[in-house]
């Protein structure tokens, strides 16, 4: 009798075990996404996930800001309480994680038995990449492009081709200004941009920072003279991504041009200028020449998001799964950029007709084969522990004052070295 009763307890006891491990393993992933917009696209995902994929797959998904993303990571990581298992994450905010162990799971082999190293675009393949170690999964391509106002382009008689370099673009902005009408707003996250167009970047492949001193000065004085020509014009929140400056200065065509990815243009114009569809045109960024005065490449990158997975996650390949559907998914690709997220960097999807089609916003250009003709162009991003602190830095405590003629681009570049090597 006693042993009848051992048995059925230790039965118990393995049906509660089962029974837990079983209720772990359903428990819905928590997703941390940092854009409302971003928000909304992932809870379709779930929807065509469990559609596609798996009937029972469960997610929630919670949107916190792009600055305020990495302190609620920072709590629930220190605290152990409610932590994400999927984060997405905008890759300027990825160096804040690089000093000491990396809190994401090492996605190396996944992301190469997936074959995403022979999908996605080569110069994004390293956005979440540290020390030969990927992290995250970029998302969209951020190929950077000059948005244009087609209905002031014909006012001023100006054609796309009439800009095919810089110096092209100094000229006609010198012409409108006579004219009393600005070229472009300035921005400060324009100056890294600028720099990986011109073949440099905040960091060299060696963590040292500006490793072409010379070009990163001559970039910056070339951003003042712009605004002391008045070429360029500095929006009264100095930032681009403001939308009062959208209302204030965009729509009322206060400026021609904007330079920005292919996100700025398919999230941010679309939702702060919809009276404004059809009057947008979208064209490479103008060259910088070389030396020799042979023009260089017509695209650069900013910011972008990506997917990584939290390193003390319950459920690594229930997340990777769902990481892995999206972005390889043919429709999961292409809702990315109908709806007005982004343009997936993911290679393999461009064959979808949907991605070729007339843009009506964009006065029906095919944008997305504007990007993927430039996608070959798209410079690699140099990741650093430091490159944060420098962005940073240079947008809260500098580009104010050396716009504005109160400190050289010289004395900004060497308090920000000073900044960083302490």
Avoid at 86 to 96: H, K, P, R, S
Avoid at 272 to 301: C, H, I, N, Y
Wanted: charged fraction near 25%; charge should be negative; aromatic fraction near 12%.
């Amino acid at each position: 009798m006693k042993l009848i009763r051992s048995l059925a307890l230790v039965a118990l006891s393995l049906s509660l075990i089962a029974g837990s491990a079983f209720a772990a393993e359903t428990k819905p992933l928590e997703i941390w996404i940092s854009s409302f917009q971003d928000k909304v696209y992932y809870e379709a995902m779930v929807k065509l996930y469990q559609k596609k994929v798996d009937p029972d797959f469960k997610a929630n998904v919670s949107a916190y800001g792009f600055r305020e993303m990495p302190d609620k990571l920072a709590v629930a990581i220190k605290t152990g309480v409610n932590p994400p298992d999927i984060v997405q994450l905008d890759e300027t905010m990825f160096g804040i994680y690089l000093n000491g162990e990396v809190p994401f799971l090492d996605l190396t082999d996944r992301f190469k038995e997936a074959d995403l190293d022979k999908g996605i675009v080569p110069s994004r393949q390293k956005l979440f990449a540290w020390k030969g170690h990927t992290y995250g999964i970029p998302q969209s391509l951020s190929a950077m492009v000059l948005y244009y106002r087609t209905d002031l382009f014909d006012k001023y008689h100006i054609m796309p081709e009439d800009i095919a370099t810089w110096d092209d673009f100094v000229k006609v902005g010198e012409e409108l200004a006579d004219k009393h009408q600005t070229m472009v707003a300035l921005d400060p996250t324009y100056y890294g941009a600028l720099m990986r167009q011109r073949g440099t970047d905040w960091f060299g492949k060696d963590g040292k920072p500006f490793p072409n001193e010379v070009m990163a000065i001559d970039t910056l004085k070339w951003m003042v003279d712009l605004k002391n020509k008045g070429i360029g014009m500095v929006p009264e929140r100095a930032t681009v991504f403001d939308p009062v400056f959208f209302s204030s200065t965009v729509s009322p065509g206060d400026v021609i041009c904007l330079i920005g990815a292919d996100w700025y243009g398919l999230d941010m114009l679309q939702q702060f200028t919809p009276e404004l569809s059809g009057k947008w045109g979208v064209m490479p960024l103008p060259a910088w020449k070389d030396a020799k005065g042979v023009p260089g490449r017509r695209t650069s990158t900013f910011a972008g998001q990506g997917l990584l997975i939290y390193k003390q996650t319950k459920q690594p390949d229930a997340s990777w799964k769902f990481i892995d559907f999206v972005m390889k998914d043919p429709d999961a690709n292409v809702k990315r950029f109908v709806d007005g997220n982004s343009f997936p960097a993911y290679e393999p999807a461009w064959k979808d007709d949907r991605l070729h089609q007339p843009f009506a916003f964009f006065n029906n250009q095919k944008f997305g084969e504007e990007l993927m003709s430039l996608a070959p162009e798209v410079p690699e991003v140099v990741e650093t522990p430091g490159r944060p602190q420098a962005i940073f830095m240079f947008q809260e405590n500098y580009f104010s004052q050396v716009i504005n003629g109160q400190m050289t681009p010289e004395k900004v570049i060497e308090e920000i070295k000073g900044a960083l090597s302490k």
